[in-house]
């Protein structure tokens, strides 16, 4: 079975940082491209980063770039998303995703429960 697991969240400081876990099992996830979407506080859901099959191809909304980094560790079948320079504005609980293909055009398919990330001083 398709399992996913965020982990990491928690409570950090404006300008903090913060590494989020995504661990995948019932699938390589390094076959497919996987994303992190959150949804922040009466907000809906908002694609963030997106990582290709190849990992070299990493795509990010404009404002997370050059704060959130995506990428994966093949041996523990895991993909991170390395947060720094937290702004208020991260508050949300962040979900990884898993692509139907290895194109990051594809559809989600799998979902983990998400794990809260709140940037407050």
């Known amino acids: 079975q398709v399992q996913i697991v965020e982990s990491g969240g928690g409570l950090v400081q404006p300008g903090g940082s913060l590494r989020l876990s995504c661990e995948a099992s019932g699938f390589v996830l390094s076959d497919y491209a996987m994303t992190w979407v959150r949804q922040g506080p009466g907000k809906g859901l908002e694609w963030i980063a997106d990582?290709?099959?190849?990992?070299?191809?990493?795509l990010y909304i404009d404002s997370v770039k050059g704060r959130l980094t995506i990428y994966r560790n093949v041996p523990k079948n895991t993909l991170y998303l390395q947060m720094n320079s937290l702004k208020v504005e991260d508050t949300a609980v962040y979900y990884c995703?898993?692509?139907?293909?290895?194109?990051?055009?594809?559809?989600?398919?799998?979902w983990g429960k998400g794990t809260l990330v709140t940037v407050s001083s």
């Open positions: 995703a898993k692509r139907m293909g290895d194109g990051q055009g594809d559809g989600l398919d799998y």
């Open positions: 990582i290709g099959r190849s990992g070299s191809n990493s």
